[in-house]
């Protein structure tokens, strides 16, 4: 029990550490083919993390169910922990506000809000049809 409860700490740590990368490697993709008049990285890492959530929740927890507490440890609360970023949806929204761009901070959070949850019933419904 010791071993399994120390290796999924080792998980989590591993997995947060490569989604916080990613993270930022698809942040910084984004707005330089973007550009940052709007805070279109975390809103793709958001909603691609969502979309991951869904579908490896799924694929984990109903496919391989025998591996979950490892795969889940690893991915769901490691890997997309680190990844999706409602921390600087926050500080960005907020942001928005001050910068007194209200059109875009109310953009901002319902288009997070509303694709998010549609990535995460998407990654549901395909991880179910596989």
């Known amino acids: 029990m010791t071993s399994l409860f120390l290796n999924n700490y080792s ?25 940052q ?19 490896l929740f799924i694929i984990i927890l109903e496919r391989y169910g025998s ?5 889940r440890a690893f991915l769901l609360i490691g890997l997309l922990g680190g990844y ?7 500080i960005e929204t907020i942001n928005l506000f ?10 901002n959070m319902g288009s997070n809000l509303i694709l998010c949850v549609i990535a995460t019933g998407v990654g549901i419904i395909l991880g179910r049809s596989l």
């Open 11 to 35: 998980l989590i740590f591993l997995g947060c550490g490569i989604g916080g990368v990613l993270r930022y490697v698809v942040s910084n993709s984004a707005h330089f083919l973007l550009g």
């Open 37 to 55: 008049t709007f805070p279109y990285g975390t809103l793709i890492v958001n909603v691609s993390g969502s979309f991951l959530m869904g579908l």
């Open 67 to 71: 591996l979950a507490p490892q795969l």
């Open 84 to 90: 999706t970023t409602f921390s600087s949806f926050s």
């Open 98 to 107: 001050e910068q007194g761009a209200l059109l875009k901070a109310f953009f």
